[in-house]
């Protein structure tokens, strides 16, 4: 593939020959990828595709069988996230226990780049009450919550891998909305993975598409869809040619 006139350490991710092997055999083969920075990118493919297993490479939690994968130029260590960047999923990391301040409390004790006063800001404008247990919130108020301690750390790139997946369409979208607004304002990079192609459109500008292991497409949409398609149509067109086994 060809890789942007950029520095490495300038790349949220870059993917080299990547592959990751399980017992059941490979979830990740030959992958090389370019996540360039102030994207908001839509991570998608069927099940099994490799989306969390790419996600488990950039976060650290997973090591490469083959390959190498850098994010703003370092190898993750499997030591933890690197500085800059926050991963979410869909099984949120909160304590039922703690109130919502606790919640950001222990947030500032374990991020040294946290910044208190804009993770009090995101709760606020989301109106959820600051002295409520966190095991008494809706599901759209504990995603807030969520966020606001994936993003109290001021991440450079920011991973969601299925967060959005528990919520009614009416809380996606308000969620989405107020998280899209604060990359952007940001600069955050952003890699939502979603089964739901019709909520990131409109909102993810850059595409990363797998398919059994592999990259199947990857760029900017406006590139890609050049014929007028949108994100979701540029990606089920090319899923079920894949899956059909003819070229796209």
């Not at 979830?27 to 996600?55: C, D, F, Q, Y």
């Not at 109106?127 to 450079?156: E, F, I, Y």
């Not at 991973?159 to 107020?178: H, I, N, Q, S, Y």
């Not at 014929?227 to 067109?237: F, Q």
Request: proline share 6%.
């Amino acid at each position: 593939m060809t890789v942007p006139r950029q520095s490495e350490a300038a790349l949220p991710v870059f993917a080299q020959a990547v592959g990751k092997k399980y017992r059941r055999g490979w979830a990740l083969r030959e992958t090389s990828l370019v996540i360039p920075p102030n994207r908001v990118v839509a991570l998608v493919g069927p099940n099994g595709a490799g989306k969390s297993t790419l996600m488990g490479l950039t976060t650290g939690m997973l090591r490469p069988t083959t390959g190498a994968l850098t994010v703003f130029g370092d190898q993750p260590t499997g030591k933890g996230l690197h500085p800059a960047v926050s991963y979410l999923a869909q099984q949120k990391p909160l304590y039922r226990q703690f109130t919502v301040a606790d919640t950001l409390t222990f947030g500032g004790r374990t991020n040294p780049s946290w910044d208190q006063g804009y993770a009090e800001h995101l709760v606020e404008q989301a109106a959820v009450p600051m002295n409520a247990r966190v095991g008494t919130l809706s599901g759209g108020q504990r995603t807030r919550v969520a966020l606001a301690l994936a993003l109290g750390k001021r991440p450079r790139l920011l991973l969601l891998d299925e967060p959005l997946a528990d919520l009614d369409p009416l809380a996606r979208e308000t969620v989405l909305g107020a998280l899209i607004t604060e990359a952007r304002a940001h600069g955050i990079t952003v890699v939502l993975s979603s089964h739901v192609l019709a909520e990131l459109e409109g909102v993810c500008d850059h595409l990363v598409l797998l398919h059994d292991g592999q990259v199947l497409l990857a760029g900017d949409v406006s590139r890609l869809s050049a014929n007028g398609m949108s994100l979701g149509e540029l990606a089920l067109h090319h899923m079920r040619a894949a899956q059909q086994g003819v070229a796209a």
